[in-house]
């Protein structure tokens, strides 16, 4: 048997994608889990965990959920581009009360950001983790900011996060930009477990992406100080997905794909970050 955590922790997202890759993976590691959802678990759920149906924006019920946990996983609220007054209530409120909860409960956070955050630097660069936020939409902007929230609650109020930029966490990468952005699921539990488990993490940022040898666009990560090596690749699938493109320069270039694209209206090419006047 693995170590598990000293306290139960939170799980919030936890009838998404990742929240029941999470479950399963964690819950037969045998971790007591608090698990939450703004829909319901329809999963079986694990010996030692339970599921409560609530909304990240019922901040009472945040702090209740949160009682005696010592880490709070939060993969809940909007995952994906969508209108601004959409966005607003579950990723910026709803994160302000996960942040709240945490530093009642001196739990650490584990934050799942996103590479939208930085979604409109070019495929060409290689950024290393404290490069400029340059989010490609409202949801990117939210991830952002809840990762300078992370930074001012660690500052403030010595609350640790973990800053999971995630690639494309998905079952199989499925076109070429996944070839550099794919996050397999085993590699992404490996990851939140480490985020746990190690014994200081302080404010840290980690690209989640996995071994892929397409993956030149960041580096520079606080994986060495958890203990975390991606072991997976979406080198094999690259016979197969290299051409898969869209065709649209805008999701070509950027690396935040499709999400630059939606209802973009420049009509020049936007100049390079961090070169002339930007
Ligand atoms: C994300 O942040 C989204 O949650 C996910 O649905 C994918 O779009 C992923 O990014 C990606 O960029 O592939």
Redesign the pocket.
Known sequence: MTETPAKPVLLTGASGALGRVLVKSLGALGWRMVLTDIVPFRDAVPDGATFVQADLVDGVTMLRLAEGCGAIVHLGGV??ERPFEEVIGPNIRGLYHIYEAARREKARVIFAS???SV?FHERGESLPADTAFLPDGY?GLS?AYGELMGRMYWFKHGVESVNVR?????AEPVNA??LA?WLSYPDFSRLIERAVMAPKVGHAVIWGASANSRMTWWRDDARAALGWTPVDSADPFAGQLAGKVSGDPVEERYM????CSIEYTRNEPAPVWGEGDV
Not at 166 to 170: E, F, N, P, Q, W
């Open positions: 995952s994906v996103s590479n939208h979604g949801y991830k995630i690639g494309s966490a998905t930009r996944m952005s935040g794909g499709a999400y």
